[in-house]
T-cell receptor
Framework: QQQVKQSPQSLIVQKGGISIINCAYE??????FPWYQQFPGKGPALLIA?????SEKKEGRFTISFNKSAKQFSLHIMDSQPGDSATYFC?????????????FGKGTTLSVSS | DSGVTQTPKHLITATGQRVTLRCSPR?????VYWYQQSLDQGLQFLIQ???????AKGNILERFSAQQFPDLHSELNLSSLELGDSALYFC?????????????FGPGTRLTVT
């Protein structure tokens, strides 16, 4: 049973465009929703995270939008750059969810063309 | 650099063998998590330790075990290895306070079972 569903599986965006990746979760006990960025041969790096008490969080070109009633959240990358080309994972966690282990989506491979 | 270190970077071994993967958390982090990343299963949580004690278990096989030592470094032991155990194994650490769930990943160990 996949508790965090991520789409699309892959995404191609032109330089300067907006990249949007969506995730949906099932477990209402989740209360922490991070996004990770992973480059080939590297470990996942924490990009930005949100808690369900806010609907949006912005850090530089990266924004998380959160819809608690729909149990969905998304990552927006503004002014996408070739250096943003990587795999992005959404995740969810909660105090009652196997400690605070992260449940990951399947990942989205983003390619930003120059 | 996340501050989490993992050794070795690569490991090649034969079926039926046993290996040990090592992880040193960020300075001050009490919690260590182990994750497995494979193409078909994605990133999956294996086990969590907090200050030397097992905190939560995920999809960890009985052939796998882990421990966290008094200096907070952790080891993941994989035994009776099968071809399907070939994957990237990541360690992550967090402060594990009441507020922060932030997990920082190491560079991973790539295990190849032949």
């Amino acid at each position: 049973q996949q508790q965090v569903k991520q789409s699309p599986q892959s995404l191609i965006v032109q330089k300067g465009g907006i990249s949007i990746i969506n995730c949906a979760y099932e477990n209402t006990a989740f209360d922490y929703f991070p996004w990770y960025q992973q480059f080939p041969g590297k470990g996942p790096a924490l990009l930005i995270a949100i808690r369900p008490d806010v609907s949006e969080k912005k850090e530089g070109r990266f924004t998380i939008s959160f819809n608690k009633s729909a149990k969905q959240f998304s990552l927006h990358i503004m002014d996408s750059q070739p250096g943003d080309s990587a795999t992005y994972f959404c995740a969810a966690s909660g105090a009652n969810q196997a400690g605070t282990a992260l449940i990951f989506g399947k990942g989205t491979t983003l390619s930003v063309s120059s | 650099d996340s501050g989490v270190t993992q050794t070795p970077k690569h490991l090649i071994t034969a079926t039926g063998q046993r290996v040990t993967l090592r992880c040193s958390p960020r300075s001050g982090d009490l919690s260590v998590y182990w994750y497995q990343q494979s193409l078909d299963q994605g990133l999956q949580f294996l086990i969590q330790y907090y200050n030397g004690e097992e905190r939560a278990k995920g999809n960890i096989l009985e052939r796998f075990s882990a421990q966290q030592f008094p200096d907070l470094h952790s080891e993941l032991n994989l035994s009776s290895l099968e071809l399907g155990d070939s994957a990237l194994y990541f360690c992550a650490s967090s402060v594990e306070g009441l507020v922060s769930y932030e997990q920082y990943f190491g560079p991973g160990t790539r295990l190849t079972v032949t």
